[in-house]
């Protein structure tokens, strides 16, 4: 595969349009459909550098060079700019995905898709989307927390 087809294969695999992809890494849209459509392909190392580490690929799986295959899209993105999830973050997460596990199984829960009782499968793909668009928005929150509310100790004074 090329490079324009691994980069609309791993985007895609997300979830993510063309114009969510350009919010959350920072490359322009034009660029992305460009580089998605084979007009053009990146002409610095960091811009490779940066797609590769937004979808935890390896430059070589990027570039097609590689046979390892795609990551599960239940993995969040993380860039370098981002700060990681703190335990407590991931506390919260899992209180989240308990309180919908609990609402899928009760008895008045809607566990129910085109008519028919969702399967156990039905229900994991869909625990695992939950969870990877919980994680990427705790992710990019923490992006714009300011620094003087960051736990990190954000004050460079």
């Known amino acids: 595969m090329t490079f324009g087809e691994n980069l609309k294969a791993l985007r895609k695999a997300r979830g993510l349009t063309q114009e969510e992809f350009a919010k959350q890494s920072g490359i322009s849209r034009s660029a992305i459909g460009m580089y998605e459509s084979g007009k053009r392909e990146p002409k610095n190392f960091e811009m490779l550098e940066t797609i590769a580490d937004f979808f935890n690929v390896d430059m070589n799986t990027l570039l097609g060079t590689s046979k390892a295959p795609a990551p599960p899209a239940a993995q969040p993105p993380t860039a370098p700019y981002r700060a990681p999830l703190t335990e407590r973050d991931e506390r919260d997460i899992e209180k989240r995905l308990q309180a919908i596990r609990d609402d899928l199984d009760a008895d008045s829960g809607v566990a129910f ?14 625990m695992a989307a939950l969870e990877s668009g919980i994680r990427a928005a705790k992710l990019l929150a923490k992006k714009y927390t300011p620094k003087k509310y960051r736990k990190d100790g954000g004050d460079d004074k």
């Open 113 to 126: 898709m085109g008519g028919q009782e969702m399967t156990d499968t039905d229900k994991e793909y869909m």
